[in-house]
C-alpha cells in the first residue's frame, strides 16, 4: 500500500474526474495509494487543505510557506504563527519550506530565515519538515547544518529530490529522509537513478508531487496521486525489489518519520518541564532550546 508522501490536492486538475476531488482519490486508492500528506505552498492554503483533511482518515496536511512565496507570504509564516496553525492534529508535517534559487536570489535572505523557524516550528511541534530545495543545495546543506547544530536532530524529508550523491549524503548523515518524485522515471535522469540507488532503503520515501511531474508515460500531462505506483516501480528496480515491498519499506518510513519527530518532542517537553520553562512566550523557545543545548542536557 503505496503512501503519497507529497501531494497538492487543492490544485489538482479535476477535469477527467468531472471536478470531484473525492473521484480522483477514489481511483488512487483503487491503485494501492492508501495515504496522502497533502503539502501546503502558502498560509491561504490551510483552510482549504484542513477542510479536505477532515473529510479523510487517510489525508493528513502540513503548514507552511513555499520557499518561491512572496517575502511578504514569507514573512507571514512566523514562528508562533506556524505553530499555532499545526496544533491540530490533521497537521501531520511543516512546510514546505527550504531554499529556492531558481529564479532569483533575490529573497535569499528572507528565504533563509523562512526555512530556519519552520524547522524551529517543527521541532517545537513533534513534526517533520518538508524540505524543497532547488538551485541551492550549498546553502540548503549549510541551513540544515546550522539548525542541526542548534537542536541536534531534526527529522524531515528533502522533497522531490534532483540533487547530486554529496547532497543526499549530507541530508543523510543528518538523519533526513530523501524522496523522489516522477522525475527519477525521466528519460534523461539517468544522474539522479544513480543517486536514487545508493539511498539506503530505510530512508526513501516516494511522492507525487502532483500536479507536477507527472511520472512516464504520463510526462507532460497534469500529475495526480494515482500515478504514484509509477515512481515506486522505478525505485523498486533500482533497488530489486518487488513493488509491494518498496510500497511496504517506503509507507514504514513514513510512519516512522512522524512517530520519530513526535517522540523527539516528548523528550524535550521532558527538559523544559524540568528546567520549569513552560510559562516562556513561544517567541522565547528557540533561545530556550539553545540554552539547554548550552546546557549539554539535550545529549
Ligand atoms: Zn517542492
Ligand atoms: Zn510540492
Not at 548523515?173 to 540507488?197: E, T, W
Not at 520553562?277 to 533561545?287: A, K, V
Request: aromatic share 6%; proline share 3%; with cysteine.
Amino acid at each position: 500500500m503505496f503512501t503519497d508522501s507529497h501531494c497538492h490536492l487543492n490544485r489538482l486538475d479535476l477535469t477527467p474526474y468531472n471536478g470531484s476531488l473525492e473521484r480522483a482519490l477514489d481511483a488512487a486508492r483503487l491503485a494501492g495509494v492508501t495515504r496522502f500528506l497533502a503539502v501546503a505552498v502558502d498560509l491561504d492554503d490551510y483552510e482549504i487543505l484542513l477542510d479536505i483533511a477532515n473529510h479523510h482518515t487517510d489525508i493528513g496536511i502540513s503548514v507552511g510557506a513555499h520557499p518561491c512565496e512572496s517575502a511578504e507570504m514569507l514573512t507571514l509564516a512566523t514562528v508562533d504563527t506556524l505553530v499555532s496553525l499545526a496544533q491540530d492534529p490533521k497537521v501531520w508535517a511543516i512546510g514546505e519550506t527550504g531554499l529556492d534559487y531558481h529564479y532569483s536570489t533575490e529573497n535569499a535572505e528572507v528565504q533563509r530565515e523562512s526555512f530556519s523557524r519552520h524547522i524551529a516550528a517543527g521541532q517545537l511541534t513533534g513534526k517533520p519538515v518538508i524540505v524543497h530545495t532547488r538551485a541551492a543545495r550549498a546553502d540548503t546543506l549549510g541551513v540544515l547544518r546550522e539548525q542541526h547544530a542548534l537542536f541536534g536532530k531534526i527529522h524531515g524529508v528533502l522533497h522531490c529530490f534532483t540533487e547530486d550523491w554529496a547532497t543526499a549524503e549530507g541530508a543523510l548523515a543528518l538523519g533526513y529522509y530523501v524522496s523522489f518524485s516522477g522525475i527519477i522515471s525521466f528519460k534523461n535522469a539517468q544522474d539522479l537513478r544513480d543517486v536514487a540507488i545508493r539511498v539506503p532503503l530505510d530512508r526513501l520515501l516516494i511522492e507525487t508531487d502532483s500536479p507536477y511531474l507527472a511520472p512516464m508515460p504520463y510526462r507532460g500531462k497534469s500529475n495526480e496521486p494515482l500515478y504514484l505506483p509509477h515512481v515506486a516501480r522505478v525505485l523498486a528496480d533500482l533497488h530489486q525489489i518487488s513493488v509491494e515491498k518498496l510500497a511496504q519499506i517506503t509507507s514504514d518510513n513514513f510512519d516512522r518519520m512522524l512517530q520519530d519527530a513526535q517522540e523527539s518532542l516528548q523528550r524535550l517537553d521532558k527538559i523544559h518541564a524540568a528546567l520549569q520553562m513552560n510559562n516562556h512566550h513561544l517567541n522565547q523557545s528557540t533561545l530556550d532550546i539553545s540554552i539547554v543545548r548550552d546546557k549539554g542536557l539535550t545529549g
